[in-house]
């Protein structure tokens, strides 16, 4: 029994959440937030802003960097590091980071020097290719077409060949930078490098996170030689070996014990991606529940039941940490779409959530929008666009309720329409991410689902998943017990659906299918 650390490192923050399972209670909550506390990296969104919306990198270092301030800040917040008993944690899905050395190699980190020195002459690409860089359309086509068509990528990998995967990333590194390719010596996921620079060694990638990179052969749990060779030459030699997720990878580096306080052999469990950890986090690793979280990007996602992947091929399969696999939609157009609207119209999330709840009714009076600001991921749509069909008000945006309301329910009708296939219970959804605080949303999604929305107590569902993992791995309890203590909903902000609600989106989800095919050209 003791404290246990899981961190998050996602696309717009780096969080950390600490349990103590002596006490079941949640003792520090933490985020760094990238573009104001880190903002010399010049990314406000977390990501290098670029004009051309399909290339999407972040700067590694960043990541590094914000890991030494979160933990500076976690202890002078009152974290006393030396009694934690395991850490693990999650990252951004996909994200890829290039070494000219394997970590194994360089014998760990220096305690005199900062970690970012020491990282960057490491680097053989500078940047890294983030989930939501769309710019290897060719790539994915390429690939298919070698390993005999898209259906193979699937059968395969779990999802067909895909722009934001690591493989197609890989790919194009090759094609378009071949030297600096032939000099990279490994290349991790952006889970597997936080926990190799907290072993100062490599890591493996777990089969949570490395499920989404379209070269693990999801049936081994290995890697698939007939992927890595449509990727890009000599790759197998180049990535650490798939693991399974409750892999101890290491002891947490000397320069951590030194520099942070940790107490020397602190184990450190493999990361997986965000979303495999959110699963954790939730409670909800046993099939039977979906998940919506409402982060940077829209997911939603669930343990299944048996292997099943999306006929419209939008769909992911990934491994579930606590054995088997999960199910994953994502939608790239979330918070950001969201936050875009607010902006654009004046109001503040209080405000945006009373819009929905108090000045409009669902269907919004026939005011549809379709709410692309950057390319979407589901359904796939290269260039981003928005649209607004309705009311002249509604139309010129002048309708801030009405405005806010169209852009979540556009969100919520697309993730109804494109979850379908999933086949779990939906009668209750247990809801994560930033945006799941706000009462607005929650009750939208709850109408369009005719489902009980579930938000979680604690802030960041994919650190608590870090934490339970670290505590599971350790302790060696059952998944139930923790969730018991950990992973329960937030009672004060359950939303009920309104029933009468159901007419209202058959029509309006019969309106909005029909403009996306006209979008999409079908
Ligand atoms: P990520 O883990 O992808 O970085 P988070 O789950 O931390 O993202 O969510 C961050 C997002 O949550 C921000 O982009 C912000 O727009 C959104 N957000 C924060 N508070 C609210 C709120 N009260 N209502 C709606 N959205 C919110
Ligand atoms: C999932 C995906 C995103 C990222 C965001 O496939 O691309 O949800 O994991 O962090």
Same mark, same amino acid.
């Not at 961190?7 to 969080?15: F, G, N």
């Not at 495999?276 to 990007?297: H, K, Q």
């Given at each position: 029994?003791?404290?246990?650390?899981?961190?998050?490192?996602? +696309?717009?923050?780096?969080?950390?959440?600490?349990?103590?399972?002596?006490?079941?209670?949640? $003792?520090?909550?933490?985020?760094?937030?990238?573009?104001?506390?880190?903002?010399?990296?010049?990314?406000?969104?977390?990501?290098?802003?670029?004009?051309?919306?399909?290339?999407?990198?972040?700067?590694?270092?960043?990541?590094?960097?914000?890991?030494?301030?979160?933990?500076?800040?976690?202890?002078?917040?009152?974290?006393?590091? !030396?009694?934690?008993?395991?850490?693990?944690?999650?990252?951004?899905?996909?994200?890829?980071?290039?070494?000219?050395?394997?970590?194994?190699?360089?014998?760990?980190?220096?305690?005199?020097?900062?970690?970012?020195?020491? $990282?960057?002459?490491?680097?053989?690409?500078?940047?890294?290719?983030?989930?939501?860089?769309? *710019?290897?359309?060719?790539?994915?086509?390429?690939?298919?077409?070698? $390993?005999?068509?898209?259906?193979?990528?699937?059968?395969?990998?779990?999802?067909?060949?895909?722009?934001?995967?690591?493989?197609?990333?890989?790919?194009?590194?090759?094609?378009?930078?071949?030297? !600096?390719?032939?000099?990279?010596?490994?290349?991790?996921?952006?889970?597997?490098?936080?926990?190799?620079?907290?072993?100062?060694?490599?890591?493996?990638?777990?089969?949570? =996170?490395?499920?989404?990179?379209?070269?693990?052969?999801?049936?081994?749990? *290995?890697?698939?030689?007939?992927?890595?060779?449509?990727?890009?030459?000599?790759?197998?030699?180049?990535?650490?070996?798939?693991?399974?997720?409750?892999?101890?990878?290491?002891?947490?580096?000397?320069?951590?014990?030194?520099?942070?306080?940790?107490?020397?052999?602190?184990? #450190?469990?493999?990361?997986?991606? =965000?979303?495999?950890?959110?699963?954790?986090?939730?409670?909800?690793?046993?099939?039977?529940?979906?998940?919506?979280?409402?982060? +940077?990007?829209?997911?939603?996602?669930?343990?299944?039941?048996?292997?099943? +992947?999306?006929?419209?091929?939008?769909?992911? $399969?990934?491994?579930?940490?606590?054995?088997?696999?999960?199910?994953?939609?994502?939608? %790239?157009?979330?918070?950001?779409?969201?936050?875009?609207?607010?902006?654009?119209?004046?109001?503040?999330?209080?405000?945006?959530?009373?819009?929905?709840?108090?000045?409009?009714?669902?269907?919004?009076?026939?005011?549809?929008?379709?709410?692309?600001?950057?390319?979407?991921?589901?359904?796939?749509?290269?260039?981003?666009?928005?649209?607004?069909?309705?009311?002249?008000?509604?139309?010129?945006?002048?309708?801030?309720?009405?405005?806010?309301?169209?852009?979540?329910?556009?969100?919520?009708?697309?993730?109804?329409?494109?979850?379908?296939?999933?086949?779990?219970?939906? %009668?209750?959804?247990?809801?994560?991410?930033? !945006?799941?605080?706000?009462?607005?949303?929650?009750?939208?999604?709850?109408?369009?689902?005719?489902?009980?929305?579930?938000?979680?107590? #604690?802030?960041?569902?994919?650190?608590?998943?870090?934490?339970?993992?670290?505590?599971?791995?350790?302790?060696?309890?059952?998944?139930?017990? &923790?969730?018991?203590?950990?992973?329960?909903? =937030?009672?004060? &902000?359950?939303?009920?659906?309104?029933?009468? !609600?159901?007419?209202?989106? =058959?029509?309006?989800?019969?309106?909005?299918?029909?403009?996306?095919?006209?979008?999409?050209?079908?």
């Amino acid at each position: 029994m003791g404290q246990y650390l899981g961190l998050d490192s996602s +696309t717009q923050s780096l969080s950390a959440t600490v349990i103590d399972t002596d006490t079941g209670k949640v $003792v520090l909550e933490r985020s760094l937030g990238f573009g104001e506390q880190l903002a010399h990296y010049k990314a406000p969104n977390g990501f290098i802003p670029d004009p051309d919306p399909a290339l999407r990198h972040s700067d590694p270092l960043m990541w590094v960097e914000a890991l030494e301030k979160l933990l500076r800040e976690l202890r002078a917040a009152g974290l006393d590091t !030396a009694r934690i008993r395991g850490i693990s944690g999650a990252g951004q899905q996909h994200g890829s980071v290039y070494l000219k050395r394997s970590l194994s190699q360089v014998g760990g980190w220096r305690p005199g020097s900062e970690l970012v020195t020491q $990282v960057r002459p490491l680097l053989s690409r500078p940047t890294s290719p983030i989930w939501m860089d769309s *710019s290897t359309g060719e790539e994915c086509a390429e690939i298919a077409a070698v $390993v005999g068509g898209n259906a193979s990528v699937t059968q395969v990998t779990g999802s067909r060949a895909i722009e934001r995967f690591t493989g197609p990333q890989i790919r194009k590194f090759f094609k378009r930078a071949p030297a !600096a390719y032939g000099q990279t010596e490994e290349i991790h996921l952006v889970s597997s490098f936080m926990a190799s620079v907290l072993i100062g060694a490599t890591s493996g990638i777990d089969l949570g =996170d490395g499920a989404g990179m379209n070269l693990l052969d999801l049936a081994s749990g *290995s890697w698939s030689q007939k992927m890595l060779d449509a990727t890009a030459p000599g790759l197998r030699d180049k990535l650490p070996p798939p693991i399974p997720s409750h892999t101890r990878v290491g002891a947490v580096a000397d320069y951590f014990v030194d520099k942070h306080g940790f107490t020397s052999g602190t184990p #450190v469990v493999a990361f997986t991606g =965000d979303n495999p950890s959110s699963l954790i986090g939730m409670g909800a690793s046993r099939p039977g529940a979906v998940v919506i979280s409402l982060g +940077t990007s829209d997911t939603v996602f669930a343990a299944m039941s048996q292997p099943r +992947t999306d006929p419209r091929g939008y769909g992911h $399969v990934f491994g579930n940490p606590a054995g088997g696999f999960m199910s994953l939609i994502c939608f %790239s157009n979330g918070s950001l779409a969201r936050d875009e609207i607010r902006r654009r119209v004046g109001l503040d999330w209080e405000a945006f959530a009373q819009a929905i709840v108090h000045e409009t009714q669902p269907g919004n009076a026939g005011n549809l929008m379709l709410p692309y600001f950057v390319p979407e991921i589901t359904p796939r749509l290269v260039e981003p666009k928005l649209q607004l069909f309705g009311g002249e008000d509604f139309v010129a945006l002048r309708s801030p309720a009405e405005a806010a309301r169209a852009v979540v329910e556009a969100q919520a009708l697309s993730m109804r329409y494109h979850s379908d296939w999933i086949g779990e219970e939906r %009668s209750t959804i247990r809801a994560t991410g930033g !945006a799941s605080r706000n009462v607005g949303i929650l009750q939208v999604l709850a109408d369009v689902f005719q489902a009980e929305l579930r938000p979680l107590s #604690v802030a960041n569902s994919s650190a608590l998943g870090g934490a339970l993992r670290a505590a599971q791995a350790v302790e060696g309890c059952e998944w139930e017990e &923790l969730y018991a203590r950990f992973s329960a909903p =937030d009672a004060d &902000l359950c939303v009920q659906p309104n029933p009468k !609600a159901r007419a209202a989106y =058959d029509e309006l989800g019969a309106r909005f299918g029909e403009r996306i095919s006209v979008l999409l050209g079908d």
